[in-house]
């Protein structure tokens, strides 16, 4: 089958028109969907709970982290920190040494500030005012925690939305990340397992790799995840650090120096 050339985000379609109104078609689309969510749906930790901290945990764990990595890190988590104000007590350093191994470690330093902030002044109208919470993470809590009608888009439910040229319900949130993650992927979807291939109109259509993120061997981030990897085990002399990456790290809260002695933040 022909390649489809891709445009940005769009994975292959240009500028896809949702269906505004609510058809017919749609409505047999979100059943046929729903029903493969009841038989197909992942177990996934997150989807047992309504409370918004721990939906807010389990987000910002999945930012760039595969669900397989984050599942048992998030029960941890959460064994350790059960509540908003638990993790607003704790150190920082204590939360960037449990972080360890999930990468992108500012996520870590933002998460301990929305949870002070969180437990300071209480869940703010407008999620997206806490540090490191994007339009995605906010609406992901307004919908799983808080029931609100407002449907989460991230790269899988795009995918999807583009792809068959529907604007889904909210009801179908969790359905549509499930589909996009397993069926419906990026470079080859898997239409002969899709419950919307009849009425899709990329079925059978095959994508050209996505760009992919730059090699982390011998990259800045490895320099970066290298030295906290050391501030990690404790105190060091700055002249036995990468100083560039220490600098990095220190612009995002990561690191403090005091006087010649790098470590983590005491506060």
Not at 68 to 86: F, K, S
Request: hydrophobic letters at 40%; glycine letters at 8%; aromatic letters at 8%.
């Amino acid at each position: 089958m022909t390649a489809v050339r891709s445009h940005g985000r769009s994975h292959g379609l240009r500028k896809p028109l949702f269906a505004s109104a609510r058809s017919p078609k749609l409505v047999l689309m979100e059943a046929q969907l729903l029903a493969w969510f009841s038989q197909n749906g992942r177990d996934l930790p997150w989807r047992h709970t309504r409370d918004p901290y721990a939906i807010l945990v389990s987000k910002v764990m999945l930012q760039q982290t595969q669900v397989e990595r984050v599942e048992p890190r998030y029960r941890r988590w959460l064994e350790r920190w059960p509540t908003v104000g638990a993790l607003a007590a704790a150190a920082v350093a204590d939360v960037i040494r449990e972080w360890q191994g999930l990468g992108y470690n500012r996520r870590a330093v933002s998460l301990h500030q929305a949870a002070q902030r969180v437990a300071a002044d209480g869940w703010p109208a407008d999620l997206t005012e806490l540090p490191g919470v994007g339009r995605y993470t906010a609406d992901a809590v307004r919908r799983f925690a808080l029931g609100q009608a407002v449907l989460p888009v991230d790269t899988n439910v795009r995918r999807v939305q583009e792809r068959t040229g529907y604007d889904f319900d909210p009801a179908c949130a969790a359905a549509l990340m499930d589909l996009g993650a397993t069926v419906c992927i990026a470079r080859v979807p898997r239409c002969g397992a899709c419950p919307l291939s009849e009425g899709c109109p990329s079925r059978g259509r095959r994508y050209e790799p996505l760009r992919r993120q730059s090699r982390f061997e011998g990259s800045f981030r490895q320099r970066r995840a290298r030295t906290l990897g050391l501030l990690v085990e404790g105190p060091r002399p700055l002249e036995q650090l990468d100083a560039d990456a220490v600098a990095s790290l220190r612009a995002d809260g990561l690191v403090a120096v005091y006087e010649s002695i790098a470590q983590l933040p005491a506060a």
